[in-house]
């Protein structure tokens, strides 16, 4: 018997609700008129068959985070195949192999531009997708990675983490690993909740519909949030006194709140001698 999903009760007023299918419809409108998606062929890598990947990346500060995350995709993920990314100004991403840009219009509403997930089933044409934050590092080569995660994908349409929001033991948004045509009728249902406005972030909506029929967990550890190992309750990192290490994991997820909390100095020294990142990203910290 298929497990039930768990909704949560809505967290936003009937009004809010309201601003937000308008505001989402009129942005829909833009898209039909205003959005541009890529002209040319994308390039496989055939270490990961029939796999693109694709990130979302509006204003400054994430365009930022985007180019590092592709940096190190690239250059410790190894990693050549195609990438998407979804944003309103393609100038910081000209020029990158086997880059392709969405461009779709600007919008200050976190929640409209989310949607651009699910949307991008139908900007791309590889069968597989990987989904990435712009703020997840990659520490580790992904080709063992993505061997192991290959059967769950043959065994379920979409494979996520584990996370903490909204509530302990909810699943990740920020990482998905799908079967594009497969996860449809999933990301069908999810769009359509969150485009009701009934709940402030996307991942509600996905706790409120997802059962075990939709996906699988990944069970292994190589998604590593970076307050697990920085911060006021872990030992100070020392690159002069600890020198370089290995990675903790093979996705290391910075995050916003994170960024804002700790010294950049601390984050970037910890980001540059052990998950070996060489873009160091400006926008972020204290500095922010």
Request: hydrophobic share 35%; charged share 30%.
């Amino acid at each position: 018997m298929a497990q039930r999903p768990t909704p949560l009760k809505p967290n936003r007023t009937i009004s809010q609700r309201l601003r937000h299918r308008r505001r989402d419809w009129l942005w829909r409108g833009r898209v039909r008129r205003e959005a541009r998606l890529p002209e040319g062929t994308t390039r496989e890598d055939p270490a990961f068959p029939g796999l693109a990947i694709y990130a979302i990346a509006i204003l400054p500060k994430y365009h930022d985070w985007c180019l590092s995350m592709i940096d190190s995709l690239r250059k410790r993920g190894n990693y050549h195949g195609p990438v998407y990314v979804v944003t309103e100004d393609p100038t910081p991403f000209e020029g990158l192999d086997n880059v392709h840009v969405v461009v779709v219009p600007y919008t200050r509403y976190r929640l409209v531009i989310k949607t651009c997930k699910q949307l991008m089933l139908d900007w791309a044409s590889e069968p597989r997708l990987l989904y990435i934050d712009a703020d997840i590092i990659i520490g580790r080569p992904l080709a063992e990675w993505y061997r192991r995660a290959r059967p769950k994908l043959d065994a379920r349409p979409l494979v996520l983490y584990t996370g903490n929001m909204p509530v302990a033991g909810a699943y990740h948004a920020g990482l998905m690993l799908m079967d594009r045509e497969r996860v449809r009728p999933f990301f069908d249902r999810w769009l359509r909740l969150i485009r009701t406005g009934r709940y402030q972030l996307d991942q509600w909506s996905m706790h409120s519909i997802i059962t075990d029929d939709d996906v699988a967990r990944f069970d292994d550890e190589e998604l590593v949030y970076l307050h697990q190992i920085l911060g006021p309750d872990q030992p100070d990192f020392d690159p002069e006194r600890d020198g370089a290490g290995e990675p903790p994991g093979t996705f290391v997820h910075v995050t916003n709140g994170l960024m804002r909390r700790y010294a950049s100095d601390e984050i970037k020294a910890y980001l540059s001698h052990v998950v070996g990142l060489e873009r160091i990203p400006t926008s972020f910290g204290r500095d922010a």
